[in-house]
């Protein structure tokens, strides 16, 4: 089967959240069924673009209303990645280091959208099928299904995966002509609450709908930023399947980026190892138990609630915790969280960015991992945190109710049901007492290593997904 995934992120090119690794990962375990997995993405100025070797296998020119952009597809020379990776390279959108966050992103991902439709039929063979990803690509199944240029697609079929529905690239009509030409009978199918919604209209025309996990799929029926109704009347193509980690990455025995490797055999030595390397860097004290946090500081992910929980549990135990920060979003949040620097001095810290290689430090030397998001269709910190042997506590939503089940049910973590600062505290409370019966924690460590989120199950439901839609041709 030839797979197309089509994606703004691909760890390790170019990543901003779960969707990076999701990309990076999937088309890999993919490739390794006997399958044909290309992925397709802008090409940013990263470094990983500086490092590599591209071939340039087309070019042309993206007509987007009065504009035109000429664009290259470059091939990543050796398929490092494990499967073809190739970059839309078009210089004056998207030659820049961030990901999103510019005035001319519609411009950016609809250009990259039309060039890669582009490319795919000036090929001799089309793909069997079309995987896109969140509404940066959510005009794909559209214009293949009604696009004249793209008549060789009419009956490709497209699967659309959601990996977050709260962003979905709204535009207003004003924009319509940038679309390649169209039979304005079908003009309704973009229109969602009086503009073009690019996730809508990928909803309405993708052959098959997924989210990241199961208990995603149920929430944004009832809360999904407005398309809760759509969501439901598409129910009999929908399908929640949970997301994997890429277990050759994130491998405590092997990983390059840890102080001091372990396996589940060994795990309270090498964790301590870990723990004492993290506590040295951020003056921290390696007796107590370290809470970290890393992710986005944004309200969805529960940022906001981060200051004053982290205030009022160091108070609570004064000198009996160390709490962690890594993590960017949010400007005021940021600021709330380093004013605390000098009052828990010894205790506390904060990096506010991101560093990869931190990140698998703090994983393996943590302790617990707070994850208090009011909004988590998956969540991947969950399963890495896991298999690092450091207990998530979690708010049960999304993912993480799919992934995380509290110690008191004989699970793997501790959970709350509340984003608010006292079900943050009184998580943390619980963790404290866990953390000195040191029997019982090793336990729960153990059960979370034990636990297999690895590609290989998931590879094969996305599989089926993809035969049963090609089997409606």
């Known amino acids: 089967m030839e797979i197309f995934h089509i994606s703004a992120e691909c760890y390790p090119v170019a990543k901003v959240g779960g969707l990076a690794d999701v990309v990076g990962a999937l088309p890999k375990y993919q490739n390794n069924a006997d ?3 290309r992925v397709v993405m802008p090409c940013y100025d990263t470094k990983f673009k500086k490092e590599n070797h ?8 993206v007509k987007l209303g ?3 952009f000429p664009f290259n597809i470059l091939k990543e020379k050796t398929d490092k990645l494990g499967f073809e990776l190739y970059l839309v390279e078009i210089p004056e959108l998207f030659d820049r280091k961030e990901v999103y966050g510019y005035q001319d992103d519609i411009e950016r991902f609809l250009s990259f959208q039309i060039a890669t439709l582009d490319w795919i039929i000036g090929r001799e063979d089309v793909p069997d099928v079309i ?9 794909i199944p559209f214009m293949m299904l009604y696009c004249n240029k793209y008549e060789k697609l009419h009956n490709i079929p497209s699967m659309i995966t959601i990996h977050n529905g709260l962003y979905q690239g709204q535009f207003g009509f004003d924009k319509i002509y940038y679309l390649p030409e169209f039979d304005l009978v079908h003009v309704n199918v973009l229109e969602w609450d009086n503009c073009i919604n690019s996730l809508a209209v990928a909803i309405k025309c993708a052959w098959a709908v997924t989210t990241v996990s199961p208990s995603y799929l149920n929430e944004i029926n009832y809360s999904s930023n407005g398309l809760e109704s759509l969501f439901n009347l598409v129910r009999y193509k929908s399908k929640g399947i949970l997301n994997g980690i ?10 390059s980026m840890l102080e001091k490797n372990y396996s589940i055999k060994n795990f309270e030595k090498g964790k ?3 723990k004492e390397k993290l506590c040295s860097l951020f003056n921290l004290d390696p007796t107590k138990p370290i809470f970290s946090f890393i992710g986005r500081l944004l309200e969805e992910k529960g940022g906001d609630l981060l200051p004053h929980a982290a205030a009022l549990a160091l108070s609570e135990n ?3 915790i160390n709490i962690l920060i890594l993590g960017s979003g949010n400007t005021t949040i940021e600021k709330q969280l380093n004013s605390l620097l000098q009052d828990y001095k010894g205790y506390y810290n904060t990096f506010i960015g991101y560093n990869e290689e931190l990140a698998h430090l703090i994983y393996a030397g943590s302790d617990f991992l707070l994850m208090p998001s009011r909004v988590e269709p998956c969540g991947l910190n969950q399963m890495y945190s896991l298999r690092y042997g450091t207990i998530p506590i979690v708010r049960r ?5 799919d992934t995380v089940v509290d110690f008191g049910d004989d699970g793997n973590g501790i959970c709350h049901d509340q984003a608010s600062v006292g079900d943050i505290c009184y998580s943390i409370q619980r963790a404290i007492y866990l953390y000195e019966d040191k029997q019982h924690l090793n336990k729960i460590r153990k059960i979370g290593m034990n636990t297999d989120h690895s590609w290989e199950r998931v590879c094969q439901e996305y599989i089926e997904m993809y035969k049963q839609i090609i089997n409606k041709k």
């Not at 939503?397 to 109710?401: Q, R, S």
């Open 35 to 37: 399958n044909l997995v």
């Open 54 to 61: 591209f071939e340039c296998v087309h070019w042309g020119h």
């Open 66 to 68: 009065n504009f035109n």
């Open 131 to 139: 995987n896109c990803h969140d509404h940066h690509t959510g005009l």
């Open 246 to 255: 890429d277990i050759e990455v994130w491998d405590p025995d092997t990983d």
């Open 272 to 274: 301590q190892e870990n």
């Open 318 to 320: 004064f000198q009996q």
């Open 397 to 401: 939503t999304g993912g993480l109710k």
